[in-house]
């Protein structure tokens, strides 16, 4: 997947999170919360070796995902502007008081959908390619994350890329019903075509036994 992983937080209170690979990106990501301006809104990308932390915070909520640099800008923005106001359409003023992880059991499968979407669904990028360059991507800060920790040992971001359980049932699950729908047409027409030859052979016998096409003997 492009984007591997996703949160969304209040401040540093993480609210809801996903993560479709093993490794310490969460831990990362809630150092990158404690060193975010919490007044100001703000676009802005963290790069780590071939990892980029994207965060979009508005309205004192924060929207963060790590994505592989090959992702560019664009696809991951999109994302974190959709999420965000998924969240706050469903949550609306609870938002601001709920309490850590309160939204987690819910909204982590929207996390999850829309992960699988903007990574692999070539629509994502047409819809937004359409609507042109979006305004926040313009505005990205890009920064390496080491400087922003100010960590004097060097921070390595470990990410298995390998898809965990979770993201591989819900792709199997797909290719199955859509396997299931291909092979349910499949019948029917099969089934429509047997109908129409047992047709024109009944036609077909109807017609010789009543001496012409028009069956002149039968329904005179």
Known sequence: ???VYALV??????????????????????????KIPGTNDSNVSYSQDRYVFHVKRTDGITVLCVADDSAGRRIPFAFL?????????????????????????EFSRVLSQQMEYYSSDP??????????EMSQVRNVMIENID???ERGDRLDLLVDKTANMQGNTMRFRRQARRFRNSV???????TVILVLILLIIIYVIVAFACHGVTLPSCIG
């Open 123 to 132: 629509n994502a990028d047409r819809i937004n390619r359409i609507k042109g």
């Open 1 to 3: 997947m492009a984007i």
């Open 184 to 190: 349910w047409w499949r019948n029917v027409k099969l």
């Open 81 to 105: 502007d959709d999420i965000h106001g998924r969240f706050v359409k469903t949550y609306g003023r609870a938002c601001h008081t709920a309490l850590a992880y309160a939204m987690n059991d």
């Open 147 to 149: 400087k922003v920790l």
């Open 9 to 34: 937080a209040r401040g540093t209170v993480v609210l809801a999170e996903f993560s479709a690979a093993s490794g310490n990106a969460g831990a990362i990501a809630r150092q990158i919360l404690e």
